[in-house]
């Protein structure tokens, strides 16, 4: 299940230029994320996005990628804060990425098909 929707690498981006450098070597810990944030999402929205991840648009594969990488993204900012300039530092970066992940659950939880048509 690991890794479906997004990357380890768009995760660590996320996590900023000051996250711990343990923790983004530990593959065991990021692919137990992973799973969480994939499991998150499907649980929330009510839909398994991962096993329907090859038949769905670019566009609902590139929101699952956000979502799951903030998610991931959090848990190494959480990890060890120390790195972060401040405190306060750390935490606005928790908020930003709660913000793009609920911003994306949102939007899943609204989809109604596979399909995305253009105007």
């Known amino acids: 299940m690991s890794w479906t929707l997004t990357t380890s ?3 660590i981006v996320k996590a900023g230029a000051n996250k711990s450098g343990v923790i983004t070597l530990s593959g065991a810990e990021l692919a137990k994320w992973s799973d969480n944030a994939e499991g998150y ?18 566009e609902i594969k590139n929101i699952l990628d956000d979502i799951a990488s903030s998610h991931i993204a959090k848990q190494i900012i959480s990890y060890d804060m120390s790195g972060y ?10 908020d930003v990425q709660d913000d793009i992940i609920q911003r994306g659950i ?7 098909s ?4 253009s105007t």
Request: charged content about 25%; glycine content about 2%; proline content about 0%.
């Open 114 to 117: 596979n399909d995305i048509r």
């Open 85 to 94: 300039t401040s405190r306060f530092e750390a935490t606005t970066m928790l």
């Open 41 to 58: 999402i499907v649980a929330t929205t009510r839909r398994d996005w991962v096993t329907d991840y090859a038949s769905l648009s670019t």
């Open 106 to 112: 949102n939007i899943l939880k609204d989809f109604k």
């Open 9 to 11: 690498g768009a995760a």
